[in-house]
């Protein structure tokens, strides 16, 4: 969520219109985040303000924005803490803003968490599972737009600028992936819409028991387990070393456990995919680090932080010491 395109009090109000909210009171850049721009606007209705949250997409296409509002309509119509899309009075739920796709969803209640506890990990783990049951009939079925295609098409993008000690990990863990796709394993793992990016800035808390799931623009269709090692991967771990915190983790698993369970296939495929989503995330911030678009409040992330995880994962499997239930 950083801010790409500047948009003018009139733009925002024309574009507004249609939605029937009410009256623009205000509404000003969001600073984290480094995909799209994105707002809080404060609108007037009756007397009555209410915040919302606008994105203007940046990278996504109009043919790619279907799939990731209707999961959030699709998933809050289920009553899941997530964002709900507004519509036009024609029913579109996204429409040009700058010359860019744009869509306005509700502002959830809370804040995010700088350090996580084993009792935000539980209530995430839960969260995580009950929104995979619930996109079981969510008809779309968009790929993760980032998945392991995704990774392979940007080696070549980021290697030349890595020692070849470290294009040589990349390199290596890209062919391990590969290798595992195609075994039966990972075939048969369960899948369904995911939210693919449920970092701690992604979460907000009115307290630990109750989050509240934003920012799902990388979600897609992926392995249940993916999602689930994304998430492990950011909000159990020991932030200077990347290492997991046991109790953190066990909380996390647990609690999904509990409510999807997990099945042996999956217990199986856990380091392995631990790995791939430290990978995703590597590649991703060595991209955004290498080649850095211009926006204001952008700050690139350090990418060596999922080097480390990655390099933690690696040896963990090679100890046969992967952490589960």
């Known amino acids: 969520m950083a801010v790409f395109t500047q948009i003018t009090t ?51 296409t109009a043919q790619q924005l279907p799939f990731y509002l209707e999961l959030m309509q699709h998933l809050a119509s289920k009553d899941l803490p997530v964002p709900r899309p507004f519509a036009s009075t024609d029913g579109a739920l996204f429409r040009p803003l700058a010359g860019k796709p744009a ?21 995430v783990g839960r969260v995580l599972a009950q929104m995979h049951l619930a996109g079981r009939d969510f008809k779309s079925a968009q790929p993760n737009l980032r998945g392991l295609d995704w990774c392979l098409m940007m ?19 890209l ?58 991967n950011d ?27 997990l099945s042996d296939n999956e217990q199986a495929a856990w380091p392995i995919l631990l790995r791939a989503a430290a990978l995703r995330f590597w590649i991703s911030r060595l991209f955004d680090f290498y080649q850095t678009r211009e926006a204001a409040m952008l700050t690139p992330k350090d990418p060596t932080h999922f080097e480390r995880i990655l390099q933690n994962r ?12």
């Open 10 to 60: 009139e733009q925002l109000t024309d574009w507004l219109t249609p939605l029937n909210l009410g009256r623009l009171v205000e509404f000003k850049g969001i600073a984290s985040g480094i995909e799209n721009s994105n707002f809080f606007v404060t609108l007037d209705r009756d007397g009555q303000r209410t915040d919302y949250v606008l994105t203007i997409f940046e990278v996504l």
């Open 103 to 123: 869509a306005l969803v509700s502002k959830l209640a809370g804040a995010d968490t700088t350090t996580p506890t084993p009792t935000h990990c539980a209530s």
């Open 155 to 173: 080696e070549s993008q980021v290697a030349a600028f890595l020692p070849d000690h470290i294009a040589d990990l990349l390199r290596d863990e």
């Open 175 to 232: 062919m391990v992936q590969q290798d595992f796709a195609q075994t039966e394993i990972y075939q048969a793992l369960p899948r369904g819409a995911g939210h693919c990016d449920l970092f701690v800035d992604n979460v907000l808390f009115e307290n630990p028991d109750a989050p509240a799931l934003i920012d799902f623009y990388f979600a897609g269709v992926d392995t249940w387990l993916f999602d689930l090692a994304v998430t492990a």
């Open 235 to 261: 909000w159990c771990i020991d932030r200077a070393t990347g290492a997991f915190l046991p109790e953190h983790l066990n909380q996390m698993l647990a609690a999904y456990h509990a409510v999807n369970p």
């Open 314 to 325: 690696r040896a963990l499997c090679a100890q046969n010491a992967t952490p589960w239930l």
